[in-house]
């Protein structure tokens, strides 16, 4: 079935430093993914929808100069977290899929800055 | 406004029974639900889905029955076994080209031995 893969798993940063996150689709072409965080205790809130050679569409409170999300090829969505802070620290999930069908999940990025 | 609601935030079953979790939603324009489950440190994996067009969907132990009428939804599972315990997410889509998923809080579910 459909994959999509994300990683690193689990990154501890120092306070100030940027980390990126990936998320690739392994077998098939995926025009939009969708970057998700997880707050502990509620459910997982969707952050941005990034979208294949366009820029990134950002919910409301994102801020999209902290989150960048770059979407440079069909399998290919990035997640940078720039100048973490301790504040920014969550599990952060992607998804994708095929148009009109089920959803998968990356296997989420723990993130804990120090 | 939370358009997913999942009101029992946990529930415990007995090993061998049938455990049902629940879902409600608002937003009448949802045309397709689904089920993710989630285990601790791991993202949610896709556990069942159904159409806005069908009132119930079976896969194996799990079955999801929507009742539209009541903006309603649920999960079975039967029997329960211990590897069932996790946290399930209900969640729905609209039928635009975002595909944007929108979840409810999930429900902790125990497998009692």
């Known amino acids: 079935g459909a994959v999509v893969s994300q990683h690193p798993s689990r990154v501890i940063c120092k306070s100030g430093t940027s980390v990126k996150i990936e998320c690739r689709s ?14 502990p205790k509620k459910s997982l809130m969707l952050m941005a929808t990034s979208n294949e050679g366009s820029k990134a569409t950002y919910e409301q409170g994102v801020e999209k100069d902290k989150f960048l999300i770059n979407h440079a090829s069909l399998t290919l969505s990035t997640l940078t977290v720039t100048s973490a802070h301790p504040e920014d620290s969550s599990f952060y999930i992607c998804s994708a899929g095929p148009r009109d069908e089920k959803l998968f999940f990356g296997s989420g990025t723990q993130l804990s800055v120090l | 406004d939370q358009q997913v609601k999942q009101n029992s935030p946990s ?81 729905a889509t609209l039928p635009n080209r975002d595909d944007k998923i929108i979840f409810g809080k999930g429900t902790r579910l125990h497998i009692l031995p």
């Open chain 1, 26 to 39: 392994l077998d098939f072409q995926a025009t939009t993914m969708f970057w998700y965080r997880q707050f």
């Open chain 2, 11 to 91: 529930l415990s079953v007995q090993e061998g029974r049938i455990s049902i979790l629940n879902c409600d939603y608002t937003n009448s324009m949802f045309d397709y639900f689904l089920w993710y489950k989630k285990y601790p440190a791991e993202g949610p994996t896709f556990l069942i889905s159904i159409s806005s067009i069908k009132d119930k969907n079976e896969d194996g132990r799990f079955t999801v029955f929507l009742n539209k009428s009541a903006k309603h939804l649920s999960l079975h599972i039967v029997p329960s076994q211990p590897g069932d315990s996790a946290v399930y997410f209900c969640a």
